[in-house]
T-cell receptor, first 112, second 117 residues
Framework: GESVGLHLPTLSVQEGDNSIINCAYSNSASDYFIWYKQESGKGPQFIID?????DKRQGQRVTVLLNKTVKHLSLQIAATQPGDSAVYFC???????????FGTGTQLKVEL | DVKVTQSSRYLVKRTGEKVFLECVQD?????MFWYRQDPGLGLRLIYFSYDVKMKEKGDIPEGYSVSREKKERFSLILESASTNQTSMYLCASRSRGRVAPSTDTQYFGPGTRLTVL
């Protein structure tokens, strides 16, 4: 079946370094992708999204890259801070429906 | 900013009890969703509602029902709680464009961690 997955379950980075979190998706018909951040004990928080007609989108300290050729999505966080420590997961939407398919997440740990 | 609130952060219930989880959003969103989140499984959709009194089953509706009598409120009901329903429950909402601009983004509440003993 179709799935959204992540390459690494845990990513450790030094404070101030850039972080890259990856997501592989298998449904080539997916047309919308979202990155969420979830801190311990809290609900997922929207970070950034991208549509399939784009390959890059930038926000504040975050960039999402979409490579449709290899069905790969990445989230780049510039100058990672301790407050960025959380689980990050991607989600995809296929077609005009209401449903999102979520990945299981990557734990980002920021070391001082 | 979108605000989605859930009635309880933590809840402990006994097997067989009827459990109500409440979710309220203040942005006049048409769509509302209930998910459960379990380690290693990600978010799984239980039910969603695309309008008042409208509902549709998600991927794992067994053991659950929902109610949407008002646009801002979406309730998840566990008819007879069981230990395998111990989980984090997350509510989300999304605009379909009748009031706020349409978006595919779902906005989440803080979650209710339910323990069934």
């Amino acid at each position: 079946g179709e799935s959204v997955g992540l390459h690494l379950p845990t990513l450790s980075v030094q404070e101030g370094d850039n972080s890259i979190i990856n997501c592989a998706y298998s449904n080539s018909a997916s047309d919308y992708f979202i990155w969420y951040k979830q801190e311990s004990g809290k609900g997922p928080q929207f970070i950034i999204d991208i549509r399939s007609n784009m390959d890059k989108r930038q926000g504040q300290r975050v960039t999402v890259l979409l490579n449709k050729t290899v069905k790969h999505l990445s989230l780049q966080i510039a100058a990672t801070q301790p407050g960025d420590s959380a689980v990050y997961f991607c989600a995809e939407k296929t077609g005009g429906g209401n449903k999102l398919t979520f990945g299981t997440g990557t734990q980002l740990k920021v070391e001082l | 900013d979108v605000k989605v609130t859930q009635s309880s952060r933590y809840l402990v219930k006994r097997t067989g009890e009827k459990v109500f989880l409440e979710c309220v959003q203040d942005m006049d969103h048409e769509n509302m969703f209930w998910y459960r989140q379990d380690p290693g499984l990600g978010l799984r959709l239980i039910y969603f509602s695309y309008d008042v009194k409208m509902k549709e089953k998600g991927d794992i509706p067994e053991g659950y029902s929902v109610s949407r009598e008002k646009k801002e409120r979406f309730s998840l009901i566990l008819e007879s709680a069981s230990t395998n329903q111990t989980s984090m429950y997350l509510c989300a909402s999304r605009s379909r464009g009748r009031v706020a601009p349409s978006t595919d983004t779902q906005y989440f509440g803080p979650g209710t961690r339910l323990t069934v003993l």
